[in-house]
């Protein structure tokens, strides 16, 4: 069974009362998360999940919009020797320092070909680079203090849009820095988007694209390299495209 927490509404699953579903039938859990949540969040393997993967973009990667960018995943230790690549394992050298080696390794380079379980090229270790840099840069308070800033910042920014009588959240569930807006009956989004463009802003994604009964929805993602002015100019010019 696979999950996204937080899913496409931006909304945080109730993972605890799906993993016994799951494995009550024998099955794995899989979940699909943002990393940089989970700096704050409970962390899958304490709430049963057997394998974790996601996108290391919002570890330091350029949007580029769109692209490239490095996927991860990790597994519970009973699934450690089916993963594919290599695994890093934490050692310290003659002077008692810190140190990475590889401790398994399961590429075609190494093996048979027909029991390789993957074929990783330069292009994602270039990115998944990238995003250990960032990691290590930023390091554990860090992340924590960025985690913070996009729940602070999303969360501001959802309490103005419920103070506005044209605009509301669409949902209750708790979220990370992504939520749904609803927006008045009739809204025409293309011109809102354009409208934002104008102004510097890129619009939320319309809803409607893939939930075509949630029409005059939009998905609005809030960072921690937004300012609170940039987020209030972002409201009232939702308000004023509303009106």
């Known amino acids: 069974m696979l999950i996204q927490s937080p899913n496409f509404f931006g909304c945080i699953e109730d993972v605890c009362a799906i993993e016994p579903i799951a494995h009550a039938h024998k099955g794995l859990l899989v979940m699909s ?19 974790c993967v996601g996108d290391a973009q919002p570890l330091g990667i350029a949007p580029s919009f769109g692209g490239p960018t490095c996927g991860f995943f990790a597994v519970a230790e009973p699934y450690m020797r089916r993963i594919p690549g290599r695994i890093v394992g934490l050692t310290k050298d003659l002077d008692g320092k810190r140190g990475f080696v590889l401790t398994l390794q399961a590429r075609e380079q190494h093996i048979r070909r027909e029991k390789a379980t993957s074929n990783i090229c330069s292009n994602q270790a270039l990115l998944a680079l990238a995003a250990s840099i960032y990691m290590s840069v930023m390091g554990k308070k ?12 999303s969360h501001y920014a959802a309490a103005q849009i419920s103070s506005k009588e044209q605009i509301s959240l669409a949902f209750q569930a708790p979220y990370f820095n992504e939520f749904v807006v609803r927006l008045p009956q009739g809204t025409d989004i293309d011109r809102l988007h354009t409208l934002l463009l104008d102004n510097g802003y890129i619009g939320g994604l319309d809803i409607a694209r893939f939930y075509p009964e949630l029409a005059g929805h939009m998905l609005i993602a809030v960072t921690e390299k937004k300012s609170k002015s940039d987020i209030e100019q972002f409201i009232d010019l939702l308000e004023v495209s509303c009106v």
Do not use: R
């Not at 998360?33 to 394998?51: F, I, M």
């Open 142 to 153: 860090g992340i924590q203090e960025v985690a913070k800033l996009n729940v602070q910042k």
């Open 33 to 51: 998360t943002n990393p940089l949540s989970l700096a704050l969040l409970e962390s899958p393997g304490k709430l049963g999940v057997d394998v």
